[in-house]
């Protein structure tokens, strides 16, 4: 069974950081593709980050330069590092796993970001 479990939300002022992390499980991790996406109230989930089973990695315009994802085979685990945190980076952020063997993807509940003016 897939689970994808993110941790690391919270309050933060505007310009400040925040982690994100993504554990994962159930099946082989290096071969995937992992993504983060948000959805703010009202608004249509988006992709925030993305990085490729060989580490290549895309971002949107609206974050590219202040998220930095990144991943660890070996803790089958997928990390975004959020600086300059803008009250419009206000979300629910979530994990997203595309499977390399199957194609299938996978979605963790998702943890708050909210980011005070």
């Known amino acids: 069974q897939v689970q994808l479990v993110e941790s690391g939300g919270g309050l933060v002022q505007a310009g400040g950081s925040l982690r994100l992390s993504c554990a994962a499980s159930?099946?082989?991790?290096?071969?995937?593709?992992m993504g983060w996406y948000r959805q703010a109230p009202g608004k249509q989930r988006e992709l925030v980050a993305r990085i490729t089973a060989g580490g290549s990695t895309n971002y949107p315009d609206s974050v590219k330069g202040r998220f930095t994802i990144s991943r660890d085979n070996v803790k089958n685990t997928v990390y975004l590092q959020m600086n300059s945190l803008k009250p419009e980076d206000t979300a629910v952020y979530y994990c997203?796993?595309?499977?390399?063997?199957?194609?299938?993807?996978?979605w963790g509940k998702g943890t708050l970001v909210t980011v005070s003016s």
């Open positions: 159930g099946r082989i991790f290096s071969f995937d593709t």
């Open positions: 997203n796993r595309v499977s390399g063997v199957s194609g299938l993807d996978y």
